[in-house]
């Protein structure tokens, strides 16, 4: 089928790549030009497609990249999968529409569109429905198709594959369910068909709800069991021995990125307008997961203290700056706030991420350094923020004057936990 998937990001691509090597004629559209040069040179941006993936179904005519919204003129399958970023704590979908009209006038009738960005509830009838039907003048579920079906893209996971997890597909009607899930049935060895399009959108909310509220609940345990003389780690080691009914979290110096910070949100955000009451949990979550960094400068400062060096003036080091570990992406990161934090009381804060260029560092404002012998016996204290990979722990333990250790990987005389 001529397939089109309307944003090449880290959902968009590997959909796209998937369903050209599935069989599909794919039209890859984004509208950053700089991305669609990239990958009309076969060059991927994206964790989870290869290069060489780019370059075979490009060089098979399967899958062309384009910024030109008339090369969409035909499809069969339209898939939105655009950013929905938060704006001030509210919900903005205009990429959404902005997407949705864009296909519009190219929808023909017998014709589906899929919405796959993540939404609060609602968001395929109240929306996505009405933006394609004004602009096409045709009828949804009497002209043209429609449904929803959530991302589960774990950047980089060795564990998940693309096609391997499961997916969850949904149908404003019993036909286009029917045709969604055998689009996603072609790509996926699992799908997962529900009712209606709310549900789908639902599931995807829970799922990072439940890990964004219980990310929040060991965040708050671990601020608690410190004073109460308990190391945390060792107990939630302990308590992920229970072989049911327990996942196990671990505290770290905040939730970033761009999907868990943001997608309860939604949740707290349509509750609040519809019902006029947010969601207590997530808020509270939010709360908690948005303080980290206040706590981690709050025992740096103490530890300082303890050393006879006032937080004015120390040099510090930050050791891994993205928002989770081995991740090259620093959209929500804790170490912005730690590094703006320390530097307005006084704090001379470096940095240090093999992960990440030198010139990313600039959205955190932390002059990049290596975490060579030299860096880490040279500053006043450590902070290991995400213990990626790539860093040199015995180095690190061996050099540094102080770390309070925001991973439990570090161990020493001169080594705090959170
Ligand atoms: N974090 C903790 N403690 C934990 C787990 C995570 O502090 O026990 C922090 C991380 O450091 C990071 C943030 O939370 O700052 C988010 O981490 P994450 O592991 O949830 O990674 P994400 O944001 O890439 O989440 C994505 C989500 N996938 C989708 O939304 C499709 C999430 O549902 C996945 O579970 C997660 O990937 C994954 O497992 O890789």
């Known amino acids: 089928m001529d397939v089109v998937v309307a944003g090449q990001g880290y959902v968009g691509l590997p959909l796209a790549v998937r369903a050209a090597e599935a069989g599909h004629r794919v039209v890859g559209y984004d509208v950053d030009l700089h991305r669609i040069k990239q990958l009309t040179a076969g060059e991927s941006y994206v964790e989870d497609v290869t290069s060489s993936q780019l370059g075979a179904v490009l060089d098979s005519g399967a899958y062309s990249p384009t910024a030109d919204a008339a090369e969409l003129a035909g499809f069969d399958i339209a898939v939105i999968t655009v950013p929905t970023p938060l704006r001030d704590g509210v919900p903005d979908l205009t990429h959404i529409e902005s997407c949705a009209r864009t296909l519009a006038t190219h929808l023909r009738p017998g014709a589906t569109v899929i919405l796959e960005s993540t939404t609060y509830p609602g968001t395929t009838e109240e929306l996505l429905l009405p933006a394609l039907e004004q602009t096409s003048g045709l009828k949804a579920g009497v002209d043209f198709l429609a449904g929803f079906s959530p991302e589960r893209i774990a950047p980089g996971s060795t564990r998940w594959s693309f096609e391997g997890t499961p997916k969850v597909v949904s149908g404003i009607d019993a036909k286009s369910l029917d045709v969604i899930k055998g689009f996603y049935d072609g790509i996926f060895r699992t799908t997962v068909p529900v009712s209606e399009t709310r549900v789908a959108e639902m599931a995807k909310l829970i799922e990072n709800t439940y890990r964004f509220v219980n990310i929040s609940l060991v965040n708050e345990l671990a601020m608690l069991a410190r004073p109460l003389g308990v190391d945390i780690w060792e107990a939630i080691d302990a308590a992920a021995t229970k072989p049911f009914g ?51 400068v709050r025992r740096l400062t103490d530890a300082l203290d303890n050393r006879g060096t006032n937080v004015n003036g120390a040099r510090i080091l930050l050791l891994g700056l993205t928002y989770k570990i081995n991740a090259t992406d620093l959209r929500e990161s804790p170490s912005a706030r730690v590094a703006e934090l320390l530097t307005g009381l006084g704090a001379e804060v470096r940095g240090a991420d093999p992960n990440i260029a030198h010139g990313d560092a600039t959205k955190l404002n932390v002059p990049l350094v290596d975490a060579t012998a030299a860096q880490l016996g040279a500053s006043d204290a450590v902070v290991l923020l995400m213990d990626h990979a790539r860093f040199d722990l015995a180095l690190i333990e061996k050099n540094a004057p102080y770390v309070l250790d925001c991973r439990n990987r570090l161990s020493g005389p001169n080594v705090e936990t959170l």
């Open 246 to 296: 327990f996942t196990r979290f671990t505290p770290g110096p905040g939730v970033g990125g761009h999907c868990l910070p943001v997608d309860p949100m939604f949740l707290s955000w349509k509750a609040q307008r519809e019902l006029g009451v947010p969601s207590r949990f997530v808020e509270l979550a939010a709360d908690v997961n948005r303080h980290m960094p206040d706590y981690v």
